[in-house]
């Protein structure tokens, strides 16, 4: 391996200054992998607070809150075994270039590289805490909906992590109910929180096809990420033909999951200055565009059943409130991914740029609505509340509806306002609501090659 003199002394002086700093500065360009503190600073302090926001978000007084939905997405996690496996092949080739008395790669080699394949995505102690204190800080602010003895409807993705970030909810909430007969604790439910996976059209056309991709692998070839891969490579002594995106990618990435998971911030941090993270943000933004957002329709279209199932549940409850009946799902609370909730608020309209994010418009899109980062962290959560509104001094309607997105009020799509009339947000989205079929949406198109595929 070619490698170039050692680094002057004022670099190593620098490595060993700038970590505390960086990790804080580049805290807010972790996308996905962005704790939840990021979205709401005031948890940091106190993580039961309601937080400054809270009490402004009250409704009106003489509205009463029928039902929540939440949907969340699973607490702090660790890598994937893929990312670990990718951290443990740059981690031996910088320990043997540390040998070069290169003073970056030998602060990364001595580093102790402690994540084993088998934490494999898996959810996090720290992400166990998100999910106690997100139910504690909910039942806080809902407490008509969370009273004791209430029936709580709880649903999950299959995978571990959220099944465990369902139980840690549960908790958080005290001390459970006893089961009835052949009740779960969890109902585990992919056709709803991974509706992804069982879209063909998506799968096809999306998931496993190499050119959907296109913006994102363009922009790692860019001069935008080619800057920061140079500059990385300098910083350790490498050849910029040893490293490339991917590369860069794995070290910001430990960046992010060693403050995440551990509260650290570790060497790794210190390779990036806030100018590098901007660039690592939006590669991860892009991805998440072009796989999860606008960037192709069947993204949101495939959670249509999601969207439909909440409109269905909030409709029972009106209709229950209409016929004087106890409301039979009051809190209803879903766990899923970042891809559960980024296509759903995609399909609903909100945090969408009048231009697309591309390979060669990160300048223009430096202003973005679509940062990942800021809607679905870890433990990201986006809720309706449905409420029965007394019309005794006013003439508006009776059933009102608010969401919230992370715990503050998002406004809504079609009036900015942050309270909108039932009846009105569902001829906002009628056409969704009576349109859109997951069945036909995610139909792959029929082959028509009768005569040969029938023989
Ligand atoms: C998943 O939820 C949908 C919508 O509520 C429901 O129709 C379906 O039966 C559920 N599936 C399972 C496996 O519980
Ligand atoms: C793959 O994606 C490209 C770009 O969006 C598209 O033109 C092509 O039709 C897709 N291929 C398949 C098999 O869906
Ligand atoms: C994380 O670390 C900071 C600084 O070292 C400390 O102030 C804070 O209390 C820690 N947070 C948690 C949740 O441990
Ligand atoms: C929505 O309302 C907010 C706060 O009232 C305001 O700052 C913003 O400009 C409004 N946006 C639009 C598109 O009307
Ligand atoms: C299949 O192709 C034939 C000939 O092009 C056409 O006449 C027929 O309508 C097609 N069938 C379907 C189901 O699209």
Same mark, same amino acid.
């Given at each position: 391996?070619?490698?170039?003199? #050692?680094?002057?002394?004022?670099?190593?002086?620098?490595?060993?200054?700038?970590?505390?700093?960086?990790?804080?500065?580049?805290?807010?360009?972790?996308?996905?992998?962005?704790?939840?503190? $990021?979205?709401?600073?005031?948890?940091?302090?106190?993580?039961?607070?309601?937080?400054?926001? *809270?009490?402004?978000?009250?409704?009106?007084? #003489?509205?009463?809150?029928?039902?929540?939905?939440?949907?969340?997405?699973?607490?702090?996690?660790?890598?994937?075994? @893929?990312?670990?496996?990718?951290?443990?092949?740059?981690?031996?080739?910088?320990?043997?270039?540390?040998? #070069?008395?290169?003073? /970056?790669?030998? #602060?990364?080699? *001595?580093?102790?590289?402690?994540?084993?394949?088998?934490?494999? &995505? %898996?959810?996090?102690?720290?992400?166990?805490?998100?999910?106690?204190?997100? /139910?504690?800080?909910? =039942?806080?602010?809902?407490?008509?909906?969370?009273?004791?003895?209430?029936?709580?409807?709880?649903?999950?993705?299959?995978?571990?992590?959220?099944?465990?970030?369902?139980?840690?909810? %549960?908790?958080?909430?005290?001390?459970?109910?006893?089961?009835?007969? &052949?009740?779960?604790?969890?109902?585990?439910?992919?056709?709803?929180?991974?509706?992804? +996976?069982?879209?063909?059209?998506?799968? /096809?056309?999306?998931?496993?096809?190499?050119?959907?991709?296109?913006?994102?692998?363009?922009?790692?070839?860019?001069?935008?990420?080619? %800057?920061v891969v140079e500059k990385v490579a300098d910083v350790l002594c490498l050849p910029a033909d040893e490293?490339?995106?991917?590369?860069? !990618?794995?070290?910001?990435l430990t960046c992010s999951y060693e403050l995440a998971v551990r509260n650290v911030t570790s060497p790794?941090?210190s390779l990036f200055s806030e100018e590098d993270a901007k660039v690592l943000e939006y590669l991860n +933004?892009?991805?998440?565009?072009?796989?999860?957002?606008? &960037?192709?329709?069947?993204?949101?279209?495939?959670?249509?059943?999601?969207?439909?199932?909440?409109?269905?549940?909030?409709? @029972?409850?009106?209709?229950?409130?209409?016929?004087?009946?106890?409301?039979?799902?009051?809190?209803?609370?879903?766990?899923?991914? =970042?891809?559960?909730?980024?296509?759903?608020?995609?399909?609903?309209?909100?945090?969408?740029?009048?231009?697309?994010?591309?390979?060669?418009?990160?300048?223009?899109?430096?202003?973005?609505?679509?940062?990942?980062?800021?809607?679905?962290?870890?433990?990201?959560?986006?809720?309706?509340?449905?409420?029965?509104?007394?019309?005794?001094?006013?003439?508006?309607? $009776?059933? !009102?509806?608010?969401?919230?997105?992370?715990?503050?009020?998002?406004?809504?799509?079609?009036?900015?306002?942050?309270?909108?009339?039932? =009846?009105?947000?569902? +001829?906002?989205?009628?056409?969704?609501?009576?349109?859109?079929?997951?069945?036909?949406?995610?139909?792959?198109?029929?082959?028509?090659?009768? *005569?040969? +595929?029938?023989?």
């Amino acid at each position: 391996m070619a490698l170039r003199a #050692a680094a002057p002394l004022p670099l190593l002086v620098l490595l060993v200054l700038v970590p505390l700093a960086a990790g804080a500065a580049l805290s807010g360009y972790f996308g996905t992998k962005s704790r939840y503190e $990021e979205v709401n600073p005031h948890l940091a302090e106190d993580p039961l607070s309601l937080g400054p926001a *809270a009490a402004a978000a009250r409704p009106p007084a #003489a509205c009463a809150p029928l039902q929540l939905r939440a949907l969340l997405r699973h607490g702090t996690r660790y890598p994937t075994a @893929k990312q670990i496996r990718r951290l443990g092949e740059l981690h031996g080739r910088l320990r043997r270039a540390a040998l #070069a008395a290169c003073p /970056a790669a030998a #602060a990364l080699g *001595a580093w102790h590289m402690w994540y084993e394949e088998s934490l494999d &995505g %898996r959810l996090a102690p720290r992400g166990r805490r998100d999910m106690e204190h997100l /139910a504690r800080r909910l =039942a806080a602010r809902f407490p008509a909906l969370f009273a004791a003895r209430r029936r709580l409807a709880l649903a999950s993705s299959s995978k571990h992590r959220c099944l465990q970030s369902g139980a840690a909810f %549960r908790r958080g909430l005290g001390p459970p109910l006893p089961l009835a007969d &052949g009740e779960m604790e969890i109902e585990i439910n992919d056709s709803l929180m991974r509706f992804f +996976d069982h879209c063909q059209k998506f799968v /096809a056309f999306v998931e496993e096809n190499d050119t959907a991709m296109h913006q994102v692998d363009a922009f790692k070839e860019g001069p935008e990420m080619r %800057r920061v891969v140079e500059k990385v490579a300098d910083v350790l002594c490498l050849p910029a033909d040893e490293l490339n995106a991917d590369l860069i !990618q794995v070290a910001f990435l430990t960046c992010s999951y060693e403050l995440a998971v551990r509260n650290v911030t570790s060497p790794w941090c210190s390779l990036f200055s806030e100018e590098d993270a901007k660039v690592l943000e939006y590669l991860n +933004d892009l991805k998440q565009y072009w796989k999860r957002g606008y &960037g192709y329709d069947i993204n949101s279209r495939s959670s249509c059943n999601l969207f439909q199932d909440i409109f269905q549940q909030l409709d @029972k409850a009106v209709e229950e409130s209409k016929s004087s009946k106890p409301i039979s799902s009051p809190v209803i609370v879903q766990i899923g991914h =970042a891809e559960t909730l980024q296509p759903l608020l995609a399909l609903m309209g909100f945090f969408k740029d009048d231009e697309p994010l591309r390979a060669n418009n990160y300048v223009r899109q430096m202003h973005r609505k679509f940062r990942s980062g800021r809607i679905v962290p870890y433990a990201a959560n986006l809720v309706f509340v449905l409420y029965h509104c007394d019309q005794a001094n006013s003439s508006k309607e $009776e059933y !009102q509806v608010q969401m919230l997105l992370n715990e503050n009020l998002l406004p809504f799509h079609h009036s900015n306002k942050t309270i909108s009339i039932y =009846a009105d947000l569902k +001829d906002y989205y009628k056409d969704i609501l009576q349109n859109c079929h997951f069945k036909e949406e995610c139909e792959l198109p029929k082959n028509n090659n009768t *005569a040969t +595929d029938e023989l």
